[in-house]
T-cell receptor, first 113, second 112 residues
Framework: NAGVMQNPRHLVRRRGQEARLRCSPM?????VYWYRQLPEEGLKFMVY????????ESGMPKERFSAEFPKEGPSILRIQQVVRGDSAAYFC???????????FGQGTRLTVV | SQQGEEDPQALSIQEGENATMNCSYK?????LQWYRQNSGRGLVHLIL?????REKHSGRLRVTLDTSKKSSSLLITASRAADTASYFC????????????FGGGTRLMVKP
């Protein structure tokens, strides 16, 4: 049973481009969470999704950021028109229910140049 | 200060010594978790302690929780160089389930 898989592991984008980050949850998990980690800081919650539904997006910036978790395929975190301040590590976690232990992926490190 | 604040922010010890890291939080919680993160890597779940538990052990790790003081501590005994990493506590404030609130972390360096 593979763990939470995130890809790419590293992503470089120029300012103004779009970044797409993918997360495949553990087998049997239908709850996905996205977090952002700035250098030398802890993780900050962004969005919580369950298959085809956004449950809570209170931590996600209102503009340029969107997330989805379609019926088939991985969850996608999309950042449009990236800026240097978007440079961070983005982590995905998954769980089988909303209250059971969440397992984290290795993260995607986004660098905006 | 933020929910789930750790102290100290950085800790340097010699191999074989014990390392103690503390975490404070503000709101009610159902559980508190500790994670380890090696430089540039993902998070590794270490231990979960529920609000009705006071102490929990896992190998060389000992976690305590004091809900009256809204604080927790992580003790690593007989530290090894491989324990060098950042350690984070995370809480499910206000029954938020896995929408965890992380502290800023303690950066532990264990010198061989």
């Amino acid at each position: 049973n593979a763990g939470v898989m995130q890809n790419p592991r590293h992503l470089v984008r120029r300012r103004g481009q779009e970044a797409r980050l993918r997360c495949s949850p553990m087998k049997g998990h239908s709850h996905v969470y996205w977090y952002r980690q700035l250098p030398e800081e802890g993780l900050k919650f962004m969005v919580y999704l369950q298959k085809e539904n956004i449950i809570d997006e209170s931590g996600m910036p209102k503009e340029r950021f969107s997330a989805e978790f379609p019926k088939e395929g991985p969850s996608i975190l999309r950042i449009q028109q990236v800026v240097r301040g978007d440079s961070a590590a983005y982590f995905c976690a998954s769980s089988s229910t909303g209250q059971t232990e969440a397992f984290f992926g290795q993260g995607t490190r986004l660098t905006v140049v | 200060s933020q929910q789930g604040e750790e102290d100290p922010q950085a800790l340097s010890i010699q191999e074989g010594e014990n390392a103690t890291m503390n975490c404070s939080y503000k709101t009610s919680i159902n559980n508190l978790q500790w994670y380890r993160q090696n430089s540039g890597r993902g998070l590794v779940h270490l231990i979960l302690i529920r609000s009705n538990e006071r102490e929990k052990h896992s190998g060389r790790l000992r976690v305590t929780l004091d809900t009256s003081k809204k604080s927790s501590s992580l003790l690593i005994t007989a530290s090894r160089a491989a324990d060098t990493a950042s350690y984070f506590c995370a809480t499910d404030e206000n029954n938020a389930g896995n929408m965890l609130t992380f502290g800023g972390g303690t950066r532990l360096m264990v010198k061989p």
